[in-house]
């Protein structure tokens, strides 16, 4: 299983980012995928999860702001974040059950 983030970067408040993750040596299609959070000196938060028929769920703390999506010709999900805050400052990681990637830094600051 390889699991490959991307798409991180530095934005002002409010702005807008999209991550993406590739994903292989699994049944993509059938998988549920995930996002997780781990900002600085805390402790790992899950973020959302989308299923295979495309249903999702997002924490309290993102929803509304976050839209995540997937596309199965691709083995890639996605995660577009949007009106961006400070908080939102941590390593975002793609999660296939208790597996991960190593992470892409998304840094939110003036």
């Known amino acids: 299983v390889q699991l490959v983030e991307s798409g991180g970067g530095l934005v002002q408040p409010g702005g807008s980012l999209r991550l993406a993750c590739a994903a292989s040596?699994?049944?993509?299609?059938?998988?549920?995928m995930n996002w997780a959070r781990q900002a600085p000196g805390k402790g790992l938060e899950w973020v959302s999860t989308?299923?295979?028929?495309?249903?999702?769920v997002y924490s309290d703390s993102v929803k509304g702001r976050f839209t995540i999506s997937r596309d199965n010709a691709k083995n890639t999900v996605y995660l577009e974040m949007n009106l961006l805050k400070p908080e939102d400052t941590a390593v975002y990681f793609c999660?296939?059950?208790?597996?991960r990637g190593q992470g892409t830094q998304v840094t939110v600051s003036s």
């Open positions: 989308i299923y295979s028929i495309g249903s999702a």
């Open positions: 040596g699994f049944t993509f299609s059938v998988s549920p």
């Open positions: 999660r296939y059950g208790e597996l």
